[in-house]
């Protein structure tokens, strides 16, 4: 997100956290910027008597809070923005910022109904590794249901925000899409399930990439160009990328493996064959 310097960035970061938090205190700051305890409470107070109606002090949890007429002032962030700044090792493939820089311009896409409200109470569950009581559709069970999850990540898969969990009622880890929750309830408290129990999750995979063999030699190397490949020992192009387990469908999605176009010039990419027989066991139905 872009910055007039570095004080405003500053107070960009403490807007962002009470909108995606609906909360913070000086330690959320000092860790991000390097700063002492009396800097970043300095910060809090600079932005809080600029824009008093978004924030107020909590004398029982000893922490500021977002008001309910919370109202972005410096910026105008999007989930993306706030994992990339604060959960980076959460989030897999960040979403490109909700801003154009210079004579460039980047296509967002169609934006899904990510909600802060909403978004709020799963992040603190994440961060207390709580359980957490939500009201959740599929288009599988298109009826909202409660649910009673513990989360452990957040995945944006190029298109949508999703959060890894375990589900009580499938009794297994799944990705519930965020836009397709419509209320949380409350904390249920200290989760038993882990990211450390998600085999998924913590098995990691190869993919292999190719150029699409229909291809002529000439066509090869530039889809070899364009994806920064390499040539193997028998001099074919090819490209590895080590993902989790848990997200093989998305990867297969976004890049078009599953199947395979009638035109290679469409298709551009495929798996080695190699590759899809060693993926086998974690190949999404």
């Known amino acids: 997100m ?21 909360q913070l205190n000086s330690s959320d700051l000092t860790e991000k910027l390097s700063i002492s305890r009396q800097s970043a409470s300095a910060l809090i ?18 922490t500021y809070l977002a008001c309910d007429q919370f109202k972005e002032h410096l910026s105008c962030s999007n989930l993306s923005d706030y994992c990339h700044q604060f959960m980076p090792e959460q989030v897999v493939d960040r979403q490109p910022s909700s801003n154009d820089f210079g004579h460039s311009v980047v296509l967002h896409g169609l934006q899904r109904n990510v909600q802060p409200h909403n978004i709020r109470p799963i992040l603190q569950a994440i961060r207390q590794q709580q359980r957490i ?19 452990h990540s957040l995945i944006f898969d190029g298109q949508r925000w999703h959060v890894r969990a375990w589900c009580e009622k499938r009794k297994a880890f799944r990705d519930f899409v965020l836009s397709r929750i419509q209320q949380i309830h409350y ?4 989760s038993q399930h882990g990211s450390a129990e ?3 999750w913590n098995q990691l995979l190869e993919l292999e990439i190719i150029p699409d063999q229909r291809l002529d030699p000439q066509r090869q190397a530039i889809i070899a160009l364009d994806y920064a490949m390499q040539k193997d020992a028998s001099g074919q192009h090819h490209k590895v990328i080590h993902i989790r387990a848990a ?29 899809r027989q060693r993926l086998q066991p974690w190949w999404p139905n």
């Open 2 to 22: 872009p910055c007039l310097d570095k004080h405003h960035y500053q107070l960009q970061l403490i807007e962002m956290l009470l909108k995606w938090q609906g």
């Open 45 to 62: 107070k600079q932005y809080k008597s600029r824009y008093p109606q978004n924030m107020f002090y909590d004398n029982q949890r000893k």
């Open 133 to 151: 009581d939500i009201q959740y559709a599929s288009l599988s069970n298109p009826q909202f249901n409660e649910r009673i999850i513990s989360p």
């Open 187 to 190: 904390l249920e408290g200290p």
């Open 198 to 200: 998600d085999k998924q």
């Open 247 to 275: 997200l093989l469908i998305y990867h297969i999605n976004q890049m078009r493996l599953k199947g395979l176009h009638d035109h290679p010039q469409i298709q551009q990419i495929t798996l080695s064959s190699e590759c």
